[in-house]
């Protein structure tokens, strides 16, 4: 940050700019970093999701051949 101890015009208007874009840069940092968290926190969640999801659907297909196989005539 600038040193801002200075008492001369142009000093005290880089301060107050200085200032004034750290106040406007604050919200813009918070909702990019609560962005960067939710993805974070979302990525995994929907990887296991679908893992789980494929993983339903395997076993499903596994119970209907196994009813397949026990319903087809056997020669």
Avoid: H, R, W, Y
Wanted: proline fraction near 4%; glycine fraction near 4%.
């Amino acid at each position: 940050m600038s040193d801002c101890s200075n008492f001369n015009i142009s000093g005290t208007v880089n301060c107050l700019l200085e200032t004034a874009g750290n106040i406007a840069k604050i919200p813009v940092d918070l909702l990019n970093n609560g962005i960067n968290t939710a993805v974070s926190i979302i990525q995994p969640a929907t990887k296991t999701a679908a893992d789980l999801a494929v993983s339903v659907l395997n076993t499903f297909s596994q119970v209907l051949q196994n009813i397949a196989s026990v319903i087809a005539p056997k020669n």
